[in-house]
Each structure stands twice: as structure tokens, then as C-alpha cells.
């Protein structure tokens, strides 16, 4: 099992119980910070003493307050944390619920396991930090199902621009001289319309407001 854990959670309460939770999984040193800064000052200091953590567990959203920081949440500690130290083990522990942010989080920043904070949240954890221990990635069933139902619409790049210049305010009819003047092809106002018409239908909804709202729950814009 996993030997030294850093968990950055800026709600102590919270860090509390995933101390515990540890504890129950015999894992006796586990260090704990409030700010993504001290989480990366952390992991510097062992990488320069060659006494690296395990596994990091952390928050993905950080209230701010009177202390100035560098880092602003999750996103932005497992970044810097992936130059310094890779190979080092990420597990998410947020309230986050969000299919497009989650599945971005596995692809786009790497890590290893994604629990949300919710009810049996504990047991949840402990299920993650096992997985991960044995080299598998770890998202519970409800959440896994969420996904893969966001990845069977397969939104293309092209999709989520078109999207996201509604979500701006951008008239559809306008959509074609901003991919026009950016490169972006196709750019025809008919392109743009019969794309748009195929999402709605695809996704049973009826109007660009609807289309916008979708894809902002799902948190792919």
C-alpha cells in the first residue's frame, strides 16, 4: 500500500475525515495542507530530498481568502506538480459532478482516480486509493456510466467552438466570419447551421438555448 500520502483540502474537516480514512487502510504518513501553493512547496522539498510522496488526494475547487496564491485549484497544483513529479499518483476528492470536467481531468491532466464527495464518499476512497495502488484507474460505477454516455455523442473540437460562440452571445449567423477570420473550416453559414441542426437532433433538444444549457451542465464549456 501506498507508504506517504499529500492531501491538499482546504476544508479541515473534510481533510480530517480523509485522514482517517487512511488510517483505516494502515497508511500511517499522510501530510495535510490548506493551499495548492504549500501542496507544491511540499513536493519540491521531497523531490530535492529524494523522499517522494506516493499518492497525492486533492480538492479540485479552493475558496479563496486573505492568503495570495499562485496556484487557484486543482487544475492548476496537478500541472505543476506533473513537471516536478510525473509518475506521482492523482486522485481527485471534489464535489464536482460535471461528466465533461471529470472525463477532461482523466485525459487532459492524468490522473488516477476521481471520487465525489457525496454519501458513502469514505468507502469510495478507500476503493480508490486501492485501485490506483494496483495501476487502475478509479471512477465509481454512476459516474463512469455519466461519462460514457458524454463520450458517445463525441463532440469534436468543432463542435464545442460552435457552441461555445452561442454560449458568448454570438448569433448563429455571425458564427461563420469568426471561423472565417480564425481558420476554421468548414465556415460556411450553411456548414454552421447543419451541424448545429444535427446536434439538436442527435441530443432530442429543440433550440440553441437549450443546446448551450446542455453542454454547459455536462461541463464541456
Known amino acids: 500500500m501506498f507508504k506517504k500520502i499529500l492531501i491538499a483540502e482546504d476544508h479541515e474537516s473534510i481533510s480530517i475525515s480523509v485522514q482517517k480514512t487512511l488510517e483505516e487502510l494502515n497508511i500511517s504518513h499522510s501530510d495535510y495542507v490548506s493551499y495548492c501553493d504549500d501542496a507544491l ?56 459532478h460535471r461528466s465533461g470536467v471529470i472525463d477532461s481531468l482523466f485525459k487532459e491532466y492524468g490522473i488516477n482516480g476521481f471520487v465525489r464527495k457525496a454519501r458513502n464518499d469514505s468507502k469510495e476512497l478507500k476503493k480508490a486509493v486501492a485501485s490506483v495502488y494496483d495501476n487502475k484507474n478509479y ?10 454516455q458524454l463520450n458517445s455523442y463525441e463532440f469534436t473540437e468543432y463542435d464545442i467552438t460552435l457552441v461555445s460562440l452561442l454560449a458568448q452571445g454570438v448569433l448563429q449567423k ?25 446536434l439538436k437532433e442527435e441530443l432530442g433538444i429543440t433550440s440553441n438555448e437549450q443546446l448551450v444549457a446542455f453542454c454547459k451542465d455536462l461541463g464541456i464549456i
Open 139 to 148: 471512477l465509481s460505477l454512476d459516474l463512469k456510466q455519466d461519462v460514457k
Open 174 to 198: 455571425n458564427i461563420p466570419l469568426y471561423l472565417q477570420n480564425n481558420n476554421i473550416k468548414p465556415n460556411s453559414l450553411s456548414s454552421v447551421e447543419k451541424k448545429l441542426n444535427s
Open 41 to 96: 512547496a511540499k513536493i519540491q522539498k521531497s523531490h530535492r530530498e529524494g523522499d517522494h510522496y506516493d499518492l497525492l488526494i486533492t480538492d479540485l475547487y479552493y475558496e479563496e481568502d486573505h492568503h495570495e496564491q499562485t496556484l487557484k485549484d486543482g487544475k492548476e497544483l496537478i500541472q505543476a506538480i506533473k513537471k516536478i513529479q510525473p509518475s506521482l499518483k492523482t486522485i481527485v476528492f471534489s464535489a464536482e
